[in-house]
């Protein structure tokens, strides 16, 4: 079945590691998003990429890093200058285009703890 | 920011309908109102969206008032399972990414 797929589901790294969220889609959608949740919040925008091999910084990119070398494929790295890094991160795709973005798919998310 | 306010909270009894309310007042012309929601750790999934005619899916009505300055999501029939967090969110029609707020959580009582 077509869908995104996120992994880990859950992660433990220590304070100054940088650490690598995958996400993967095998909808063909041409954009790809990273957002973040902290709890009782919504759901915050780090980076959007509208096409392979182009990407744009969204609210709060500050400590985190994409790239889009597939179009299948967006990995978020969460640097050792995020200076909060424990939250829940949820990738999405959409089709692209004018329509397309306001239609995400998203995945199941990654739970990143930092002890 | 968003650009929406919407209820922190809402209580349904089963089986009657749950309508969530949405205020967009400085909405556009070419701004459309997206729905989603979000079950608990999971993520959000897409409902309904619409510009200024009323919708309706397999899933919700979305009734829109005819100054567009607000709109109601409609669960016809609720049931334990539609107990999750619903966001309202307005966009325009081209590549903006989705702003979401804090949403509406609805809890669904037997």
């Known amino acids: 079945d077509g869908g995104i797929t996120q992994s880990p589901k859950y992660l433990f790294r220590k304070e100054g590691q940088n650490v690598t969220l995958s996400c993967e889609q095998n909808?063909?959608?041409?954009?790809m998003y990273w957002y973040r949740q902290d709890p009782g919040q919504g759901l915050r925008l780090i980076y959007y990429?509208?096409?392979?091999?182009?990407?744009q910084k969204g609210d709060i990119a500050e400590g985190y890093s994409v790239s889009r070398e597939k179009k299948e494929s967006f990995p978020l790295t969460v640097t050792s200058a995020q200076k909060n890094p424990t939250a829940f991160y949820l990738c999405?795709?959409?089709?692209?285009?004018?329509?397309?973005?306001?239609?995400?798919?998203f995945g199941e998310g990654s739970r990143l703890t930092v002890l | 920011d968003a650009k929406t306010t919407q209820p922190t909270s809402m209580d349904c009894a089963e089986g009657r309908a749950a309508n969530l309310p949405c205020n967009h007042s400085?909405?556009?012309?070419?701004?459309?109102v997206y729905w989603y929601r979000q079950i608990h750790s999971q993520g959000p999934q897409y409902i309904i969206h619409?510009?200024?005619n009323n919708e309706t899916n397999e899933m919700a009505s979305l009734i829109i008032t005819e100054d567009r300055k607000s709109s109601t999501l409609i669960l016809p029939h609720a049931t334990l399972r539609d107990t999750a967090v619903y966001y309202c969110?307005?966009?325009?029609?081209?590549?903006?990414?989705?702003?979401f707020g804090k949403g509406t959580r609805l809890s669904v009582i037997a």
């Open positions: 999405a795709s959409s089709i692209g285009g004018n329509r397309g973005a306001g239609e995400l798919f």
């Open positions: 400085t909405i556009s012309g070419n701004e459309y």
């Open positions: 619409g510009l200024k």
């Open positions: 990429s509208q096409i392979v091999n182009d990407f």
């Open positions: 909808l063909n959608h041409d954009a």
């Open positions: 969110i307005v966009r325009n029609s081209g590549n903006t990414p989705l702003v």
